[in-house]
């Protein structure tokens, strides 16, 4: 069954730096998803990506964080200066999109980021 | 807005026992209705979802769940449970597609399920 790969599985970085979070998303979707999961917390809702551009983020998405889809396969999620309580999992997702799959298709999720900033 | 209630934090059960988790749900447009399951120190599974049709949806290793429109609910079963079914349990919504993909998901705060033998 395809699968939604995240790399890498755990992630620490020191706060103010800069991190990548990378995701191959499922070959023929076409809707792409960044959520994030603070430690204990229920699942919340980043950003969604669709046609290369984004087409909704949520408040948690500021200035600081940016997604991409720089060749076609790969799907980033870059924060710029982590701070202490970007410190969770992050989740991608892809979706394939036509209508006519909506049916047989929910989202697909791969197995998370966890990002510690210490 | 759509927002999600799973009034249960926790529901311990004995093996073999049956278990209901809830879930409702609010929205001012049709919803698509989904269930994941989240193993300890695991990414998200679907369980199962409700796109359309049939009210009674069966997923995944043995669980179903029942489309209640006039109640707005969407809750998770399972006749007899295993221990292995200890995990955390999300309800999710979404919106019912505007150009023909799915909108963000809102997920519910979990449930986790504690079995017991």
């Known amino acids: 069954e395809p699968e939604v790969t995240q790399t890498p599985s755990h992630q620490v970085t020191q706060m103010g730096q800069e991190v990548i979070l990378r995701c191959v998303p499922i070959?023929?979707?076409?809707?792409f998803y960044w959520y994030r999961q603070i430690l204990g917390q229920k699942v919340e809702f980043l950003v969604s990506?669709?046609?290369?551009?984004?087409?909704?983020k949520s408040e948690i998405f500021d200035d600081q964080f940016s997604v991409e889809r720089p060749d076609g396969s790969n799907f980033t999620l870059k924060i710029r200066s982590t701070k202490l309580e970007d410190s969770a999992m992050y989740f991608c997702?892809?979706?394939?999109?036509?209508?006519?799959?909506?049916?047989?298709?929910?989202?697909?999720f791969g197995s998370g980021t966890r990002l510690t900033v210490v | 807005a759509q927002s999600v209630t799973q009034l249960d934090s926790q529901v311990p059960v004995f093996e073999e026992a049956p278990v209901e988790l809830r879930c409702n749900y609010s929205?001012?447009?049709?919803?698509?209705l989904f269930w994941y399951v989240q193993y300890p120190n695991q990414g998200l599974q679907l369980l199962l979802k409700?796109?359309?049709?049939?009210?009674l949806v069966k997923g995944i290793n043995g669980f179903e769940a029942e489309f209640n429109k006039s109640q707005t609910s969407f809750h998770l079963r399972k006749p007899s449970v295993h221990i292995s079914d200890t995990a955390e349990y999300f309800c999710?919504?979404?919106?019912?597609?505007?150009?023909?993909?799915?909108?963000?998901?809102?997920f519910g705060t979990g449930t986790r399920l504690l079995v017991s033998p």
């Open positions: 997702a892809s979706w394939p999109g036509p209508i006519s799959y909506r049916n047989l298709y929910g989202y697909t």
């Open positions: 070959s023929n979707h076409l809707y």
């Open positions: 990506f669709y046609n290369n551009e984004i087409s909704e």
């Open positions: 929205s001012s447009v049709s919803v698509y």
């Open positions: 409700y796109l359309s049709g049939s009210t």
């Open positions: 999710a919504v979404s919106e019912t597609a505007r150009l023909g993909g799915f909108q963000k998901l809102v």
